[in-house]
């Protein structure tokens, strides 16, 4: 049990009031030392009038309840303690906050005890809090500890009593399970960002696979490197803050997709003040990440990725871009709005995304009465084949109300234009944004426009945001920004903009006060309560120009 001398307050008092005055003061706090508590409270009952003793009877009933906690009356305590959290001019709230959850506890209320301990400020006392957390929760209930997890997760004594609780049991739930998977590492020398934070400057963390294919440093990139890119466009952005007079502290780190390497990155010094971590990309290295940013309260950002797998048992991982279970819910929301009929035919890559959003979508899409013609992995040289079987040719005798093509893939891209080109078909064709991106395609010279494209945060090409970035892009580089240097750039703008010295450093919160905001050069986020952007615009040209759905 923590108790908090007041010898320099006493001191203070002691030349304000006379030495009659507070001998009873300082015999009550004679006999708490002693034990004797119930005498003592006796003794500071005419010390706790504000009228006669002013700030000094707030330091009265604070000893006063404190003594009355250790002689077990705890309504009295609770009574007395909380009109003290009112009174402005007592900067003892913290201990007061401290001991009202002592009260809690005692009676077994522990849902009030764990709010009033994430309340506490000051890290020795809420310390304290912590331990008597982990003593008074020995015997709570499991149900309750894993319910409650998501609102105190910063108190280390709730977590380690959950842990040792589940490793008490022979069997575990589903839900269970992936709790304890996101505790195991508790008091395991895993390493624990301790806040050197200088609240006045934004930390960033580039956690990239720059030599994905080997080597070391920037003379091992291939052409094309598409991190670089990420990299170009990151980095052009942060340029623009810091000449705004933002001050941004970044560092940059290449896993090299080396495993070892990485966890060496993670206890790097500067890991132990960073606000945000951007990257890895691949998933053996996002793994770990996960686990030092779930371990360590650091919001984590995959700029690429929309693999959705693990997002739900998380608290800080996210993803820049739309999940897969956003974009299918975007691409039936619009199905369901704008075309006619229930049949589909889905084409899909052989990549992980394609083959998750294909299975995504032709599950959501028949709860609401769709029939699945044909759900197919293509290639650029059978893409022709899925089209001769869907009867695409024919327009009106097609097999599909709507074909919808997932593939980043510039040959599948130009077989399906090719084709396109060379018929006059009225069906939908619905294909991701990055198409948007190919310049062999001239949509608009289509006879007919049928393309429909499904964003995945996607550029605003009407923004002038976007044209000033891509000409002064130019201007130092020589060359257009890539499609990856563009999601680089709006990346920064969208981590500034969200937590800064101005907003403060919550990420989750900042996310849920602003609600959808507009991009900076594409057409905007939505993080509302989700750890990916479920804003997907669905575009479509009328007479040669792209609007959203």
Same mark, same amino acid.
């Given at each position: ?58 330091? $009265? ?28 001019? %007592? ?97 395991? +020398? ?30 091992? %990139? ?107 819910? $975007? ?37 609401? +009465? ?15 084949? %899925? ?136 057409? +905007? ?18 007479? +040669? ?5």
């Amino acid at each position: 049990m923590r108790i908090f001398s007041l010898l320099i307050l006493l001191l203070f008092f002691n030349e304000v009031y006379s030495q009659d005055q507070l001998a009873e003061y300082r015999r009550a706090k004679t006999l708490m030392e002693y034990g004797n508590y119930k005498d003592a409270m006796e003794l500071l009952r005419p010390y706790m009038e504000e009228s006669d003793f002013g700030a000094l009877s707030y330091y $009265a009933k604070y000893h006063f309840a404190y003594s009355a906690f250790k002689n077990n009356q705890i309504e009295l305590v609770k009574s007395v303690l909380q009109p003290l959290l009112e009174v402005q001019s %007592f900067n003892k709230k913290d201990e007061v906050k401290y001991l009202l959850a002592l009260a809690y506890f005692k009676e077994e209320n522990y849902l009030n005890a764990l709010q009033e301990i994430e309340t506490i400020l000051d890290e020795s006392i809420f310390s304290e809090a912590e331990k008597a957390s982990y003593n008074y929760l020995q015997n709570v209930s499991v149900s309750f500890l894993v319910s409650n997890l998501s609102k105190f997760q910063r108190n280390s004594g709730y977590l380690l009593v959950l842990k040792e609780q589940l490793e008490k049991q022979s069997l575990m739930s589903s839900d269970e399970k992936l709790v304890y998977q996101k505790l195991r590492n508790i008091s395991t +020398g895993e390493p624990v960002v301790e806040n050197n934070k200088n609240m006045q400057v934004l930390d960033i963390a580039m956690v990239l696979p720059f030599n994905y294919s080997g080597g070391s440093g920037v003379q091992s %990139f291939n052409s094309g490197n598409f991190v670089f890119e990420l990299f170009q466009g990151i980095n052009f952005a942060l340029k623009e803050f810091k000449n705004k007079g933002v001050k941004i502290n970044v560092k940059t780190f290449d896993t090299q997709r080396d495993l070892d390497k990485l966890r060496n990155i993670l206890v790097d010094p500067f890991m132990q003040q960073v606000d945000l971590i951007i990257g890895p990309i691949y998933p053996d290295e996002t793994e770990i990440v996960m686990a030092f940013a779930e371990k360590n309260n650091v919001p984590f950002v995959n700029p690429l990725s929309n693999i959705d797998d693990r997002l739900g048992e998380l608290e800080f991982a996210y993803l820049f871009r739309p999940s897969v279970s956003s974009l299918s819910n $975007a691409l039936i929301e619009y199905l369901r709005k704008n075309v006619e009929g229930k049949r589909l035919a889905i084409a899909y890559s052989n990549t992980v995304r394609d083959e998750q959003l294909a299975k995504k979508i032709a599950e959501s899409s028949e709860r609401f +009465g769709y029939v699945n013609m044909f759900n197919r992995q293509v290639s650029n040289k059978d893409i022709n084949r %899925f089209f001769d079987d869907t009867q695409l040719r024919y327009d009106s005798l097609s097999k599909a109300d709507v074909i919808v093509i997932l593939s980043d893939d510039p040959n599948i891209a130009s077989s399906t234009f090719g084709f396109m080109e060379s018929q006059n078909i009225k069906v939908p064709v619905v294909v991701l944004d990055s198409w948007l991106n190919f310049n062999f395609a001239s949509y608009e010279m289509l006879e007919s426009q049928n393309f429909v494209f499904l964003g995945n945060n996607t550029m605003n090409f009407n923004s002038e945001y976007l044209i000033q970035f891509r000409t002064d892009f130019y201007k130092k580089h020589l060359i257009y920004p890539s499609s990856n240097a563009h999601l680089g750039y709006e990346l920064i703008y969208w981590i500034v903009e969200t937590i800064n010295p101005s907003k403060g450093f919550d990420f989750r919160k900042n996310l849920n006060q602003r609600g959808y905001q507009s991009g900076r050069i594409s057409y +905007g986020f939505d993080f509302t309560n989700s750890f990916n952007n479920r804003y997907v615009p669905i575009l479509e040209l009328e007479s +040669g120009i792209l609007k959203t759905k």
